[in-house]
T-cell receptor, first 111, second 113 residues
Framework: EDKVVQSPLSLVVHEGDTVTLNCSYE??????LLWYKQEKKAPTFLFML????IEKKSGRLSSILDKKELFSILNITATQTGDSAIYLC???????????FGKGTLLTVNP | GAVVSQHPSRVICKSGTSVKIECRSL??????MFWYRQFPKQSLMLMAT?????????EQGVEKDKFLINHASLTLSTLTVTSAHPEDSSFYIC?????????FGPGTRLTVT
């Protein structure tokens, strides 16, 4: 059975802190790993990672994938209160491009 | 862009009634759409994969007679929750696949009283 495990499950930090969110996976026919941010509605796409060792960056967010060790990290630097959300890691796999989600990390950034 | 809509965004129904949720890809054709369910403080759980013109593939533990999925066109999939019960109250999200990416709808919050 495909499995995606995220840690920590929740995290509380102060504005300006840097956070690292972890995602490990066991998936058949791995195609890519995706990070999403979910606030009150449906998830919004952050990154898609397909190759090992190539960092993807968008502003204060960055992510990298290690296909040998089967994990990814999402870094957020200089956190802001607007970064408070659930961050979901999902892995795309299988013949039908099925997404398997982790349980998410609830990030709370306090002023 | 790739836009996916869902309708309704919020629905309240009485126990025992059926509710239909629509998922549309607005600017692309999607041969495959996915239906997810998310309970409070939990992650998205895939319920079923909807393929245009064929029967949906349900995940283990999801009752196919209770959650009817129809994918009659390349831009529309529907999920019907039949004989809804309060434990079916949840956030239902669809996604549509284009190439290797999935685009999510905004979700439908179902409350069964």
């Amino acid at each position: 059975e495909d499995k995606v495990v995220q840690s920590p499950l929740s995290l509380v930090v102060h504005e300006g802190d840097t956070v690292t969110l972890n995602c490990s996976y066991e998936v058949t026919n791995f195609r890519s790993l995706l990070w999403y941010k979910q606030e009150k509605k449906a998830p919004t796409f952050l990154f898609m990672l397909t190759s090992s060792g190539i960092e993807k960056k968008s502003g204060r967010l960055s992510s990298i994938l290690d296909k040998k060790e089967l994990f990814s990290i999402l870094n957020i630097t200089a956190t802001q209160t607007g970064d408070s959300a659930i961050y979901l890691c999902a892995v795309l796999g299988g013949s039908n491009y099925k997404l398997t989600f982790g349980k998410g990390t609830l990030l709370t950034v306090n002023p | 862009g790739a836009v996916v809509s869902q309708h309704p965004s919020r629905v309240i129904c009485k126990s025992g009634t059926s509710v239909k949720i629509e998922c549309r890809s607005l600017d692309f054709q999607a041969t495959t759409m996915f239906w997810y369910r998310q309970f409070p403080k939990q992650s998205l759980m895939l319920m079923a994969t909807s393929n245009e013109g064929s029967k949906a593939t349900y995940e283990q533990g999801v009752e196919k007679d209770k959650f009817l999925i129809n994918h009659a066109s390349l831009t529309l999939s529907t999920l019907t929750v039949t004989s809804a019960h309060p434990e079916d109250s949840s956030f239902y999200i669809c996604s549509a696949r284009r190439d290797t990416e999935q685009y999510f709808g905004p979700g439908t919050r179902l409350t069964v009283t």
